[in-house]
């Protein structure tokens, strides 16, 4: 498959701030309006529907014992095991009031440990939570049930992932970013080729289904040689899937990338190029394009669930388990439940002081109008399946789809004229250019983008 391509012009045009769309609405639009007896309802009210969703569970463990200057996710910078402790007494508490309010009949069908980095908790306290969630939920025994971990491999040993498989754990996720030296000097992660390699070996002799390796374009001091370098390193590893991300520099916001110097930051072309590089040369390499920022082995499950159309985008990326809520656990975590998003307190002494007194920690959230839904479903198809299912849509809301979003489809127009989507009767499709700025084409069918630019939340460039 050859590189699709933007021309300067398209790129300075498009490449302006928009969201990733691992929800819609975004979480900047949840609310404090919405708190503990709202996510009751929900989840009382989903345990009601005629055929209950499944469930995927997420558990945020926030600590790092060493800081990513790159990193926009909620953690802890500590070397302390104690607060490991700590936390597992709150995570247990957490637990103990919310798993009694889903029904028994609801299979579980995916567990994720994210962070922060979640084997800053060694083995047997992994090993722990997974055996008290299965304790408190009902395990899918599916061959297809995930139970899956992001790992750091500068703090993990071969011996730690056996102990880990024997836990249950299934798929792990293991954060590279770049192997140029260089560059792992400016963001304060030095990792070997043969740390990280160790590490995937011993997934595979562990009996791990599958292995992704994360990667990030757009840090500062890449260069398309480096970068082709890291791409050749991480294709002879050879991982199931690869996840490859745009660096989003938001200094304003996350404070460790103030560390970073941004006259190192690649330009947008730079930043462009990098990311055809990475498509053309991993496409080459076998692995099939799933879309935006994902790729996989054609016989992986997430590209042959693209392929039936049972892909699915949420909090944690792209997933398999399109019919299932979420039910995120520990401080920060996002749960959606039926039509309503639910987060937990940000920081931990408001989620501890929130289970010590036996409420449920929920900082904000939203329920979204039939609008919301509507709008959530045709950006999940196109951020998923590259395309809008018109008459499937028109079908699900009862409404006529050209009328109904006229606005849109103004502002879809001049992305039709510069070859970024084909618009048919019935169907609205994503091309191969296309493709590198789906967000731009979402953002068409944003309702919440429309409002005044002061009110709008800060997102990163769509490039």
């Known amino acids: 498959m050859a590189s699709p ?10 490449d302006r701030p928009g969201p990733r769309y691992t929800s819609y609405p975004t979480a900047p639009r949840f609310h404090d309006g919405f708190g503990e007896s709202q996510l009751r309802e929900a989840i ?14 997420y558990v945020h463990v926030p600590f790092c014992s060493s800081p990513c200057f790159y990193c926009g996710c909620n953690r802890v910078i500590t070397r302390d095991p104690a607060r490991g402790d700590q936390y597992l007494d709150t995570l247990r508490r957490e637990i103990g009031l919310v798993a009694p309010l889903f029904d028994l009949d609801r299979e579980v069908v995916q567990l994720h440990f994210g962070g922060g980095t979640p084997n800053f908790l ?10 008290l969630l299965r304790r408190s939920f009902n395990f899918s025994k ?15 040993s071969p011996a730690q992932i056996g102990e880990l498989a024997a836990a249950g754990f299934n798929r792990a996720s293991l954060g590279v970013q770049d192997f140029d030296p260089a560059v792992q000097a400016a963001v304060n992660r030095i990792q070997s080729v043969e740390q990280t390699r160790a590490v995937v070996d011993a997934c595979r002799a562990s009996g791990l289904r599958s292995v992704n390796i994360d990667l990030i374009y757009g840090l500062p001091l890449q260069t398309l040689e480096g970068f082709d370098r890291t791409l050749d390193q991480v294709i002879a590893i050879r991982p199931d899937r690869l996840a490859v991300y745009g660096y989003a520099h938001l200094p304003a916001l996350f ?10 930051l690649p330009d947008a072309e730079t930043r462009l190029a990098l990311l055809q590089l990475s498509i053309r040369r991993l496409t080459a390499g076998g692995y099939v394009y799933i879309g935006m920022d994902h790729f996989a082995l054609p016989d992986d499950e997430l590209a042959q669930a693209q392929a039936r159309g049972g892909l699915h985008r949420n909090f944690m990326g792209y997933t398999t388990h399109a019919d299932s809520d979420l039910v995120g656990f520990g401080v920060s975590a996002i749960s959606r439940i039926g039509d309503r998003y639910s987060q937990n307190h940000r920081d931990l002494m408001s989620w501890q002081a929130a289970l010590g007194s036996g409420r449920l920690p929920v900082f904000r959230g939203l329920r979204l109008s ?3 839904q509507l709008r959530s479903d045709l950006i999940q198809s196109l951020m998923c399946q590259g395309e809008i ?32 989507v084909d618009i048919e009767p019935g169907r609205i499709r994503v091309t191969a250019a296309g493709r590198l700025l789906v967000r731009n084409v979402a953002m068409c069918f944003d309702r919440y983008l ?4 002061a009110g709008r939340p800060r997102f990163a460039g769509t490039v």
């Not at 021309?7 to 498009?14: E, F, G």
């Not at 599916?142 to 993990?156: G, K, Q, T």
């Not at 429309?450 to 630019?453: A, D, I, L, T, Y």
């Open 389 to 420: 299912p018109v008459p499937a849509l028109e079908r699900r809301y009862g409404i006529d789809f050209d009328r109904y979003f006229a606005d849109a489809l103004a502002r879809l127009r001049p992305l039709r004229e510069d070859g970024l």
């Open 122 to 131: 060694c083995p047997a306290q992994l090993h722990e939570v997974v055996s």
């Open 142 to 156: 599916a061959r297809d049930r995930d139970i899956s971990i992001e790992l750091d491999p500068r703090f993990v």
């Open 5 to 14: 391509l933007l021309s300067a012009d398209l790129l300075q045009r498009y």
């Open 370 to 372: 039939e609008d919301d």
């Open 44 to 57: 009382a009210a989903s345990n009601g529907d005629p055929i209950p969703q499944r469930l995927s569970l």
């Open 450 to 453: 429309q409002e005044p630019e």
């Open 255 to 264: 404070k460790p990338q103030r560390q970073i110097d941004a006259s190192q």
